[in-house]
């Protein structure tokens, strides 16, 4: 089974500030990751996922999160926020490697907060 | 492309009566739906994985009676909440896997909320 910890439920943030969201995963298996977005009362978009290749992703927004095996984690970072960036943000894994789609197994959640 | 819609997007209904939220992909063919619910503050729990044409797998804990899940077509499931009771209230998201793209991901749609009074 895969489990995920986000490790801050609320992180606080200036405007114009760097971020980083901590997220570390467990699995007896590869996976895949994956960093989405909630704004309030909306679905789930997709920010970046991690599948092969490359330690360091980028995805939408100007955000970008790097793989460390050894650590087992999967922290998103953004070198400077914007009011628009305050959201809520999930770390999701899911198995890799299996015909058809996987269920995702979320974190706990961080809300990300940015002030003026 | 791969867009997820919800219908509705917000539903008040009274104690004991039933109710049916829509998940559509609308570009592309599905064929493995889930259906999540969160609760104020918290994460996305997993329902239940539907894949078209057969039986929905549910989590455990998940009433099936009581959440009647339908994935009759490529493009639409339903999540039936039947006899529904106050804490039932909760925001219901669908997400949907298939063939646009890779069958890994999951396309998600904005979420239905449901209170019941």
């Known amino acids: 089974a895969q489990s995920v910890t986000q490790l801050d439920s609320q992180v606080p943030v200036f405007e114009e500030a760097p971020v980083e969201l901590r997220c570390n995963y467990s699995s007896s298996v590869s996976v895949y990751l994956f960093w989405y977005v909630q704004y309030p009362n909306q679905g789930l978009q997709l920010l970046l996922k991690?599948?092969?290749?490359?330690?360091l992703v980028k995805g939408i927004n100007g955000f970008e999160a790097e793989f460390n095996k050894s650590q087992t984690s999967f922290h998103l970072r953004k070198p400077s926020v914007h009011i628009s960036d305050t959201a809520e943000y999930f770390c999701a894994v899911t198995r890799r490697g299996f015909q058809g789609a996987q269920k995702l197994v979320f974190g706990q959640g961080t809300r990300l907060t940015i002030n003026p | 492309g791969a867009v997820v819609s919800q219908h509705p997007s917000r539903v008040i209904c009274k104690s004991g009566t039933s109710v049916k939220i829509e998940c559509r992909s609308l570009d592309f063919q599905a064929t493995t739906m889930f259906w999540y619910r969160q609760f104020p503050k918290q994460s996305l729990m997993l329902m239940a994985t539907?894949?078209?044409?057969?039986?929905?797998?549910?989590e455990q804990g998940v009433e099936k009676d009581k959440f009647l899940i339908n994935h009759a077509s490529l493009t639409l499931s339903t999540l039936t909440v039947t006899s529904a009771h106050p804490e039932d209230s909760s925001f219901y998201i669908c997400s949907a896997s298939g063939r646009a793209g890779s069958s890994y991901e999951q396309y998600f749609g904005p979420g239905t909320r449901l209170t019941v009074t």
């Open positions: 991690y599948l092969s290749g490359s330690t």
């Open positions: 539907s894949n078209e044409g057969s039986k929905a797998t549910y």
